[in-house]
């Protein structure tokens, strides 16, 4: 059985004080809802804030990168143990915006999950591809790169610490999602691929989240395909009502 996993990833939004306010919002909602995980994800300088706030709530916390080394030269980044000491539980890893935006590769993703599981952070690594690739047919191509750089020379242990977030570039943030049945079709794949690369069983356990565009209405559809076991949320994760209807939503799907 897989716990559904959602989790919102609030990007460059929110400053020390609105987070705090959020999570009391989310408090109220959420602090009675434990057959599905959630998971916030605020700017780095907002964690311990976060921290204190989310108190014994049962919602997890989690942060938005990593770096893969402990310490040093490395001006601007924040590592693992940085991160463990602050309370810290989950990891985005990957994202799309830091692949586009920010230079990350496959290989940078392989040495951020590392550096998580060292630290003992949970990775959430998100894949996904573009328009053009998609539009080119060359979507499980793109996936399946992703997943062998970004999981390369892991354990089949350590595998079973990583929750896999499929997010179709063309539906972040755009308002379009992917139909059940497209998110479905990679969900499928990935865990085909998870199964030739580790085991079945760890395939089997491995909780893969789909986002791009999740709201409250289409979290009921997409939840119950099989494979999706979660969501990451963007926008709808800003505002306490929609992302505590996601949550809501969510429950009572068995997987
Ligand atoms: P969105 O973002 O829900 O705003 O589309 C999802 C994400 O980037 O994780």
């Known amino acids: 059985m897989r716990k559904i996993i959602i989790a919102g990833n609030w990007k460059l939004n929110k400053t020390a004080k609105e987070t705090t306010e959020l999570i009391n919002l989310l408090k109220r909602d959420l602090s009675d809802i434990s057959e599905v995980d959630s998971v916030v994800c605020p700017t780095f300088i907002a964690l311990a804030d976060a921290r204190d706030a989310l108190d014994e ?34 990891v985005i ?35 996904g591809e573009m328009l053009e690739e998609r539009e080119a047919d060359k979507t499980f191509d793109v ?8 999981l ?34 990679v969900h499928r794949f990935i865990r085909d691929l998870l199964a030739e690369m580790f085991n079945g069983e760890i395939a089997g356990a491995t909780r893969i989240q789909y986002g791009g565009s999740v709201k409250s209405e289409n979290t009921k559809e997409l939840m119950g395909q099989p494979d999706i076991d979660g969501a990451l949320v963007g ?3 800003l505002k306490a009502d929609s992302f505590a209807a996601i949550v809501k939503n969510s429950c009572g799907i068995e997987k």
Not at 143 to 150: D, L, P, R
Not at 152 to 161: F, P, R, S, V
């Open 57 to 90: 709530s049962g919602i997890g916390l989690g942060a938005q990168n990593i770096y893969w080394e402990d310490s040093g030269a490395f001006t601007g980044e924040i590592s693992g143990p940085m991160l463990k000491d602050l309370g810290v539980q989950y």
């Open 93 to 127: 890893i990957g994202h799309s915006e830091r692949r586009q935006f920010f230079g990350e590769t496959d290989e940078t993703v392989n040495k951020r999950i590392k550096a998580a599981l060292k630290s003992d952070l949970l990775p959430i690594v998100c894949v």
């Open 143 to 150: 996936i399946k790169a992703q997943c062998q750089g970004g």
């Open 152 to 185: 390369k020379d892991l354990t089949a242990e350590e595998m079973g610490k990583i929750i896999i977030a499929y997010e179709p570039v063309w539906a972040i943030g755009t308002g379009k999602t992917a139909t059940p049945d497209q998110a479905q079709e």
């Open 235 to 237: 926008g709808a994760s």
